[in-house]
């Protein structure tokens, strides 16, 4: 099984083109070789040797292992496998750094949370989640505040897999959870280490957070903005891995490496033991300056490190939040039902990465909960550190605000979007139209005015500009085939459509899409109203505002 389990995980990687068996890898031009961990004792002088193996000669670590995901484990690397991270990123790809991929963990059923789960809470890993064929996370999916990003695995029964090589020369289409999922992370960074090696240990991180999307998963509650305007889910990290934005933004001839990394160490120095009770809490307010007017000083966030020490009579009745001085309200550990272990935590790294990109100067609140009301338990919390982690200045890719746009339209889903251009001319005129087809027709070869700067996210197609100047058009559709008439742009501004881009992605941020404006545009699978694909959706958002312009 252990075997088996490998060869899946290599498969999705590596399994070559061209063949005429099974799939195609990510990364088939990479080289992918096993290391044999998990057939016997495992030791930390076995993790170390393997975290550490060869690190001048492998680039990326792929882990589709960890702690038993049983609701009620703690634990983490010891002390020879932390030292064979840190040696990895200092010292693996020649000084550049080893990327380590890890999954995050299968234990949602159970109750788990992977932030008691040490190696995907590293600052060294890059943690993947899943995510369904129908965007939502899985019924194992495991929820904590260390996800990076998210890529796609096995949902429910009726959900595809991941097809990949199996053991004997067989294929397989049963490869399932978040152990499928972080091999299509790591196929991903390969490709983009194929377009820029030069990339370090933390680009890398930077790219999964900026370039991950938001969209394709926004019909799932937890996302929030954090105080530097990126979203965030501690179910999916910063959102769905997109392979093709990830490699274009490491090209090398635009791409800057990010700033030295700084580390702020944040504590209270008088700080006495406090008492916490059934339902009780303890509230621990932390301003900073963030070392300011030190060498270390940090104006830019990236992981953040809550290093407590809490005995407790009960563990699994306790929830920590983390408040940063921007606002944002994260999930350190969530109760979980099944640990009743009386030995609490000693010296444990509770990391969070929902504060990228923020400005750590101010006060910060810690917010430690009995949630059981148990009234038996007891404890202290002993003592504890904040140790920031970030740089002196911005990295230059955030110097611009983060543009989310609805991901499905913006790349042109070529199922929705030319199967509408394709049939344009069996669709009745939409009613309304007409009133403002004088104030939206464009002249014959006419360039669209008001173009945006070339930085910003996405572009529409040819195919949708196609559609929107039939949608707006003063005659009726032509009964010519739209992809043999010659182009034709529309006179739209570009601020009208990426205004309704954005008022087409607002409903998606609320609690209850029934709320929403355009709640018969919701996708089919989110509840039973009949399938709208997104892009009828736009058209609906363009035609509103240029109704309200009119």
């Known amino acids: ?224 903005k954090n105080g530097a305007g990126l979203m965030v889910n501690s179910r999916f990290g910063f959102g769905l891995l997109n392979a093709k934005a990830l490699v274009d933004l490491a090209d090398p001839r635009t791409w800057s490496s990010v700033p030295e990394k700084k580390e702020c160490v944040v504590k209270d120095n008088d700080f006495e033991p406090r008492a916490l009770k059934a339902n009780g809490e303890v509230i621990i307010e932390i301003p900073t300056r963030a070392c300011e007017g030190q060498e270390n000083a940090i104006k830019s966030l990236e992981h953040v490190q809550f290093e407590a020490t809490i005995e407790y009579s009960r563990r699994g009745d306790l929830h920590v939040t983390l408040t940063s001085a921007a606002g944002t309200s994260t999930v350190l550990l969530a109760e979980r039902e099944r640990d009743t272990s009386p030995n609490g935590f000693k010296n444990w790294d509770f990391m969070s990465v929902h504060t990228w990109g923020e400005n750590p100067i101010g006060t910060w609140t810690l917010q430690i909960t009995d949630m059981s009301g148990r009234m038996q338990n007891e404890g202290r919390i002993v003592n504890w550190k904040l140790i920031l982690h970030g740089t002196a200045s911005q990295p230059e890719h955030m110097k611009q605000p983060r543009v989310y746009t609805s991901y499905n339209t913006v790349q042109n889903d070529r199922r929705g979007v030319e199967k509408m251009v394709d049939s344009r001319e069996e669709q009745p005129t939409q009613e309304g139209l007409n009133e403002y087809a004088q104030a939206s027709q464009s002249p014959s070869g006419g360039a669209v005015e008001g173009r945006r700067d070339e930085s910003a996210e996405g572009a529409p197609s040819e195919a949708m500009l196609r559609l929107l100047q039939s949608a707006f058009s003063k005659n009726s559709p032509s009964k010519q085939s739209p992809k043999k008439s010659p182009s034709a742009k529309l006179n739209i501004p570009y601020e009208n459509f990426y205004e309704a881009l954005e008022r087409l992605n607002k409903p998606s941020q609320l609690k209850d899409s029934e709320d929403s404006l355009y709640n018969d545009y919701v996708d089919g699978f989110y509840n039973m109203k009949p399938y709208k694909h997104r892009d009828d959706r736009l058209l609906q958002a363009l035609v509103d505002l240029l109704r309200e312009e009119n």
């Open 1 to 224: 099984l252990i075997l088996r389990h490998g060869t899946r995980c290599a498969g999705e990687i590596a399994m070559q083109a061209n063949n005429h068996k099974c799939g195609v890898g990510v990364a088939y031009n990479s080289k992918v070789g096993g290391i044999r961990m998990l057939d016997g004792i495992v030791t930390d002088a076995i993790e170390a040797s393997s975290i550490g193996f060869n690190p001048g000669h492998v680039d990326i670590y792929s882990a589709s292992w960890g702690p038993n995901d049983d609701g009620k484990t703690v634990e983490g690397p010891g002390r020879l496998a932390q030292k064979a991270f840190e040696y990895g990123v200092k010292q693996g790809r020649q000084g550049k750094g080893s990327i380590f991929v890890w999954a995050s963990g299968n234990g949602g059923r159970q109750g788990d949370n992977c932030d008691c789960d040490g190696y995907t809470d590293s600052i060294y890993t890059i943690s993947i989640s899943s995510a369904s064929q129908q965007g939502l996370s899985p019924w194992y999916a495991e929820k904590c505040s260390s996800t990076l990003a998210t890529s796609y695995s096995s949902g429910d029964y009726t959900d595809q897999r991941i097809t990949s090589a199996d053991l004997h020369n067989d294929c397989t289409e049963t490869h399932t959870g978040t152990s499928a999922s972080a091999p299509l992370a790591a196929g991903i960074f390969a490709l983009a280490l194929e377009a820029n090696p030069n990339l370090t240990w933390r680009d890398m991180q930077h790219l999964v957070v900026w370039t991950s999307e938001y969209d394709p998963l926004a019909n799932n509650p937890g996302w929030k």
